[in-house]
């Protein structure tokens, strides 16, 4: 495929001709020797043949891996071809994922994250990139370091650091990016606040985010930027499938890699992808989980790639039914995060005598909260009322990787 600068020249049928080439291509290895997809694929010569495929669940890869422990099956090559373990992070509360790499996947990650993410960013070589991040097992932003090694800019970790050793880091470190979750970017900000640090005078150009919708909601990203007086990019990835796109100059939604990937859209809404660079550890139709509205009309950015309009608007775990309306965690936080005195909030849902209840507990860094003006706010944008409770300062959970936005009570 053509360089990234010429991406604009691409027609959607060059990209579908290079997808199916790359496709047909990786796939010779694995019917060969993967015995999870060796039962499951056939050859495919046209696009009819991978339609005919079946889809891949999450739940079908934990119940392999439990199977043939540790690791599943789904190994087109001998073990010791594979130089990088990484996991998922258990947030929905599955048992963690457990995904390999060959040298080769390894490197197709780190070229996505270069010439991919940190284009759409204008990241470059002279930068020096900050890494809110503790670097477990989980994928987290160890290929975002290393794409960022690969691009040749200076990458600090901040791994073993309490917040306040990170904000301090991003200060005296002169770090002109920062990458976190939208959440703790948005903690980081409230630490700094309390430490007396100006964050939006310290040299932060750029913040990217992924892990969470909320680079993508227009009042949390809002938040972000003033914050640091940045400009706030959105990324989306997987730890089993791969670093799938970006945001864009336009700012409403994300560009997925059509170049690295096959995406379809189900009836309902749900993305499924396939990719075509981890062929020691494929992904074949795999339900992600996420719900998109996605659109092919041109984007003034230049990209021909499928666009995810806002974002990805919603897992399918994580919806919540109010009074017969579905709702996700991502049209609260919009409302929410446009009251910058809501330093933290939970979703609790309880379910009581049959009916769905939901209530709002918020930390607030001003007492009293007009904590009905947020109520009618909510009940105008969502048609339904949640109830907003004030909690304690220090009484919600955080976390620098994905934050748990609904507490599930059964009464």
């Avoid at 990241?123 to 990139?129: F, I, M, N, Q």
């Amino acid at each position: 495929m053509r360089s990234a600068t010429a991406r604009s020249e691409i027609s959607p049928d060059e990209v579908r001709e290079q997808q199916l080439k790359k496709l047909r291509a990786g796939l010779g290895d694995v019917l060969e020797t993967n015995p999870f997809w060796r039962a499951r694929l056939h050859d495919v010569r046209g696009w009819d043949d991978f339609e005919r495929l079946p889809l891949t669940t999450k739940a079908e890869l934990l119940a392999d891996q439990e199977r043939h422990a540790p690791f599943g099956s789904n190994l087109t090559y001998p073990l010791e071809r594979y130089v990088r373990l990484h996991q998922t992070s258990g947030s929905s509360g599955d048992k963690p994922l457990r995904w390999l790499d060959t040298p080769e996947s390894w490197e197709w990650w780190l070229r996505i994250w270069a010439g991919h993410v940190y284009r759409a960013a204008k990241v470059t070589a002279a930068d020096r990139v900050f890494f809110a991040f503790s670097f477990g097992p989980f994928i987290g932003f160890w290929s975002a370091f290393g794409g960022a090694q690969h691009l040749g800019a200076l990458c600090i970790s901040g791994g073993a650091m309490t917040s306040e050793q990170r904000v301090r880091g991003l200060v005296d470190l002169g770090a002109t990016v920062l990458l976190s979750t939208p959440t703790y970017a948005l903690r980081l900000a409230d630490v700094a606040e309390k430490l007396g640090v100006d964050l939006a005078a310290a040299g932060v150009k750029t913040t990217i985010h992924a892990g969470e919708p909320g680079a993508s909601i227009p009042a949390t990203r809002d938040a972000i930027e003033a914050a640091f007086s940045a400009t706030c990019f959105d990324h989306t990835g997987m730890t089993e499938l791969g670093p799938t796109g970006h945001s864009c100059t336009q700012r409403d939604g994300v560009h997925l890699i059509e170049s690295e990937f096959i995406f379809e859209v189900a009836p309902d809404g749900e993305l499924i992808a396939t990719n075509l660079g981890r062929w020691g550890m494929p992904l074949v139709r795999y339900r992600t989980g996420d719900r998109v509205v996605a659109s092919r009309k041109p984007c003034s950015c230049g990209s021909p790639f499928l666009k995810v309009v806002g974002g990805i608007r919603g897992r399918v775990d994580d919806m919540f039914t109010v009074r017969g309306v579905n709702l996700y965690p991502s049209q609260v936080e919009d409302i929410v995060r446009r009251y910058p005195e809501v330093t933290e909030f939970v979703i609790e849902h309880r379910r009581e005598r049959q009916m769905d209840e939901v209530s709002l507990l918020l930390e607030t860094s001003v007492a009293p909260f007009p904590a009905d003006r947020l109520e009618a706010d909510l009940r105008q944008a969502l048609g339904v009322r949640l109830e907003c409770r004030i909690v304690a300062a220090g009484t919600l959970p955080r976390s620098e990787l994905k934050s748990k936005r609904i507490v599930r009570i059964e009464t």
